[in-house]
Nanobody, 126 residues
Framework: QVQLVESGGGLVHAGGSLRLSCAAS????????MGWFRQAPGKEREFVAG????????YYTDSVKGRFTISRDNAKTTMYLQMNSLRPEDTAVYYC???????????????????WGQGTQVTVSS
C-alpha cells in the first residue's frame, strides 16, 4: 500500500515562507506525476502545482507563479513545495497527490490523481 505523508505546514505572517514536504512510502512507488492541491474552508480543492516524476516540467496555477516552487528529490521519494511571499489567501489545507495512471500529463483536477496524503494546514495571518 502506498502512503503519502505531508509535513511542514504551520502558521506564518504574510510575506513569510514555508516549505512543505511529501514523503512516499510503501511498495515500490513510481508515479508519473505528483502535485500539490489546497482546499480552503467552504471552497473546492484547487490545483497549486505539479511536476513529472523525473522532476521536469513544473507547472503552477497563476496565483502562485513566482512565489511557489515545486521540486523532487531524486534520491528520495520526496516532493517539496517552497512557498515564499505568502498571502492570507494562501491559507488552506495543502494536499500532496500522485498519479500512477497517465504518463507525461500534469492534470489540474483532483480526478487526475489516484493517491492522496492526509493534508497539512497552512495558515497565513495578515
Amino acid at each position: 500500500q502506498v502512503q503519502l505523508v505531508e509535513s511542514g505546514g504551520g502558521l506564518v505572517h504574510a510575506g513569510g515562507s514555508l516549505r512543505l514536504s511529501c514523503a512516499a512510502s510503501g511498495r515500490t512507488f513510481t508515479p508519473y506525476v505528483m502535485g500539490w492541491f489546497r482546499q480552503a474552508p467552504g471552497k473546492e480543492r484547487e490545483f497549486v502545482a505539479g511536476i513529472l516524476w523525473s522532476g521536469a516540467s513544473p507547472y503552477y496555477t497563476d496565483s502562485v507563479k513566482g512565489r511557489f516552487t515545486i521540486s523532487r528529490d531524486n534520491a528520495k521519494t520526496t516532493m517539496y513545495l517552497q512557498m515564499n511571499s505568502l498571502r492570507p489567501e494562501d491559507t488552506a489545507v495543502y494536499y500532496c497527490a500522485a498519479d500512477s495512471r497517465t504518463w507525461g500529463v500534469i492534470t489540474t483536477t483532483p480526478r487526475g490523481y489516484n493517491y492522496w496524503g492526509q493534508g497539512t494546514q497552512v495558515t497565513v495571518s495578515s
